[in-house]
């Protein structure tokens, strides 16, 4: 659980994935049509992804996508949606320093 923290706390906006996930390509493109420059964390791609999608379960996530913004969890694609439709989502990413005006 410490790695995961130690993640998210890094960059403004990280986004755990799965190389196979097509969801997780949708997001990531999603995010960068906002100029944002996501960290992305394959979990089948990098060293200790088991552990760390383990932690994601623990915490209420099988599913990939699994998007931090500001060090905070926001949830999956359907959070990121519904923040993005209730107008949310920008002011979020802009306060976390993930994208700029």
């Known amino acids: ?5 130690t993640m998210v706390s890094a960059r403004p906006l990280v986004i755990f994935t799965k190389s196979t996930c097509c969801l ?3 997001i990531i493109i999603f995010f960068r049509n906002f100029g944002a420059d996501p960290a992305i964390q394959e979990l089948d791609q990098i060293p200790k992804g088991r552990e760390m999608g ?3 379960s623990r915490l209420g996530y099988n599913n990939m996508p699994v998007v931090f913004i500001g060090g905070k969890l926001v949830g999956g694609v359907n959070e990121v949606t519904s923040l993005h439709i209730r107008g949310s989502l920008v002011p979020m990413l802009l306060e976390a320093g993930a994208i700029f005006v």
């Open 1 to 5: 659980m410490e790695g995961l923290r």
């Open 24 to 26: 997780s390509d949708s």
């Open 54 to 56: 383990q932690a994601l």
